[in-house]
């Protein structure tokens, strides 16, 4: 199979519009951005961090064309959430927020069908366990 540089970066655009709309949403739903694409290499990145009143939302970007296999929330493994959970600990231990501050992670998924997006916002998704 051929590829060209349009195939190849399809993917990639339609992630970055996802996560624009995203970031739209959570706007009008009375979110504001912190910051996006906070990345500590290997550990990786978080798409979006926002506030919410007193409260600190770390939030998955989940991009899923109709084609794929598996739905957005479905590709949310375990070792991702381990992922997500590790960068925001490194965040607010360099912002010096450990302990101070409300904290939760919300999964907005955006599956691509029919030229359109379908967004679903899962507020509170997955906790932080001490086992």
Known sequence: MRFSKE???LPHLLGDKAETV?????EQQGLQLIEQN????PFGEIDLIMSEKNMIVFVEVRFRSYEDFV???ESITKQKRQRLIRIA???LTEKKLMYKTACRFDVITLDYKNKGFQLNWFKNAFE????
């Not at 932080?128 to 086992?131: A, F, I, L, P, Q």
């Open 22 to 26: 995203a970031l739209h949403y959570l």
């Open 128 to 131: 932080v366990t001490t086992r």
């Open 38 to 41: 906070f990345s500590r290499q």
């Open 89 to 91: 600990t490194i965040y």
């Open 71 to 73: 739905n957005a929330v």
């Open 7 to 9: 195939t190849t970066y």
